[in-house]
């Protein structure tokens, strides 16, 4: 069981400088799961994903996630931990001063992907997958903001990463382009990536149901999943 997790927190601590926001934290994830982290604005949920991708140290349990040891991660390995990882955020945080494909050329290029006509075959590959094959040579500003939020998942997939951590990723969108991203995920799930989502969308929870923590009193809940 151990072994096919590609995320596993032990009695950790989530901290905000001196303020413990979270404590006695346990949470695995496998391979191929799909996990959602809800509760209230201000109860740790972005806290606890800036401790997965390692913009917050972790300073006391244990963490590993794809195959690095948070607690005793260097700087010089971050880098390489976030290759690993797919990213979602709220606000896309596309560059707007560049096409769609010079988004993602951006990153290949800056995660040491030189070769032209294979990052050209990787995001026809990537915006194939997210359902935006011909929206390349589009400006971010005319996108809509669903459009805008694939391509950031497309940009999260560059790297084929075994795990996408999902911070509020329905926040900015309307319930239709919410349930449409989400059918997105469902499918990038089914081909054998994790997934762990913070969200607030409590209708979400309900449509696309899974297993879902709670933050709550300063603790990370399981919560018992209703299935309507
Ligand atoms: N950069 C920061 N520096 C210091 N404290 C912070 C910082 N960011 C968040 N906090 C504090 O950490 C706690 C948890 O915040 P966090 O952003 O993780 O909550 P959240 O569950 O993601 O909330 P929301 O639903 O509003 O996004 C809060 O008390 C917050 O004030
Ligand atoms: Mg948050």
Excluded: W
């Amino acid at each position: 069981m151990e072994s096919t997790a590609v995320l596993s927190l032990r009695n950790a601590s989530i901290l905000q400088g001196d303020h413990r926001v979270l404590s006695d934290v346990n949470l695995e994830i496998a391979s191929g799961e799909f996990i959602y982290v809800i509760g209230a604005t201000g109860s740790g949920k972005s806290s606890l994903l800036k401790t997965l991708y390692a913009d917050l140290p972790l300073e006391s349990g244990e963490g590993s996630i794809v195959g690095y040891d948070l607690r005793n991660l260097k700087e010089r390995d971050i880098p390489y931990l976030r290759r690993q990882l797919g990213i979602v955020f709220q606000d896309f945080q596309l560059l707007m001063d560049r096409s769609v494909r010079e988004n993602l050329d951006f990153v290949l290029r800056a995660t040491g992907h030189e070769n032209r006509s294979e990052n050209d075959d990787r995001i026809d590959t990537v915006l194939r997958r997210v359902g935006m094959p011909t929206k390349g040579h589009k400006m971010p500003h005319q996108l809509s903001g669903g459009e805008q939020q694939r391509v950031s998942i497309a940009r999260a997939l560059l790297n084929d990463p075994p795990l996408i951590l999902a911070d509020e990723p329905t926040g900015n969108l309307d319930p239709h382009m919410s349930e449409e991203l989400m059918h997105l995920l469902e499918e990038i799930r089914a081909s054998g990536r994790s997934i762990l989502m913070a969200t607030h969308d409590y209708a979400l929870l309900l449509k696309f149901p899974h297993t879902t923590y709670r933050c709550v009193n300063g603790t990370l809940a399981t919560t018992v999943q209703k299935t309507l």
